[in-house]
């Protein structure tokens, strides 16, 4: 069951590329607009690279996670997949997952040339990914919430972004800290540790409490 | 025996009739103990206790910054405690109590962020630091905010009632991990001299009337809490027979024994 689950949610992902492709193009253009807004910042480029690029990815997050469960939720797969499904919870799990491997994974797997773009250096673009490996999971899964929670508003994004942003920013500043301490050549294994730490409590609770949301939300229509 | 007693007074509480009828006391004592407290507070803060020998009368505000800010933080926590107890038992009144705790958890955060900002100018010579404390309690604002603007998105009460008691929940869960993080953040940002921030050895005179104060501060909050629930109560039960049974003065065992 669980591999039927995985397998669709896996050519839904590869079908809606675009979902993937638009938020990865909004992440780069709005790294332009930051860099075009504050032309002193470039001269110390490196200096806020780290925050910028997290900061970014919180923004572009918010982004894909508005569309986690929204096609499912009109076309009323979201109500069969969780009264079918001897487990729901699992279901919302491989949704999460396949959303993270479209947004956080992908963030991460091109962090390197963003990382450029900021002018990282190449020994700490490896620390990069590491921080983005292990911070998104914690995005998608507390974000899943949210996402849950506003699947049924017909303009659910701001209130989204209101709900999970302030619970975003202990990954952005541990993840930001991170690869700052990299960058100054400080170890930097306990704020890999304390992402790692947040990504696993949000595994514990970022699950149950959006398939609480979802039914929330399919009753509300 | 204490058990027991403890058990009825819980399944009691399901019923908003009951609440109704014993928070009539609870509302006269803490008004009035609010009333008492704040008012002694307010005067022994500005007329009595000393004045802080490097801020001067400047300090005076941290009377009413530090109770709200206390209180604002504990209202989030009980929001999130009601609505754990919401989505387990589902108790009708958790969502009385959240949606009555909201607007005063909002604007006492409001105000502890406008006294801390109107103090760290003559302090700090800036109407706003990103302080560690400042920060968490700007993050605890929109904490609020988000259950806010989540109440107004939904229309159905008892969907709304769930929604919020979900929001509620993982944000009081979220509450320590936050905390710690922006402390963190604090260490590495700590500018250089502004440690008056740093809790000092306060003498006796100086925080006895604080206590007073934060005292004063949780008895208003229970006062304007419980008061909001019973309103809010009357609005949800308006079609029932002893809501319009109070409302028409009518005494209600009458009304029992007329059924």
Redesign the interface.
Known sequence: MLKGILWREWRLLWRARSAIINPLAFLILSTLVFALAAPEALMEMSSVASGLLWAMVLLTQLLSLDAMFRRDYDSGMLEQSLLCVEVPFICVLARIFMQWLGSGFIIAAVAPALGLLLGLPLNVLPVVVLSLLLGTPALSL?GS??AA??V??SR?G??LA??????F??VL??GT?LITAAQQGDDYALQAYLLAL?SV?SLA?GPF?AL??LR?SL??R | MIFSALKSFWHKLGSPRWFFEMSQTWVFVLGWMALLLLAAGFVWAIAFAPADYQQGNSFRIMYVHVPAAMVAQSLYIGMGVAGFIGLVWRMKLTDVAIAASLPLGMLLTALALFTGSVWGRPTWNSWWEWDGRTVSTLVLFFLYVGIYALREAIPGQVLRARASAVIALVGMVNIPIIKFSVEWWHTLHQPASFTIMEKPAMPVEMWAPLLVMVLGFYTFAGFTVLSAMRLEILQREAGTAWVSAWVSGQDPLDLKKGA
Do not use: C, K, S
């Open positions: 507390i919430i949210g929670l506003t049924g508003f659910g701001v209130v209101l709900i999970v942003l302030p619970l920013l202990p500043i541990f800290d947040i409590f609770i409490a609480a949301g929330i009753e509300l």
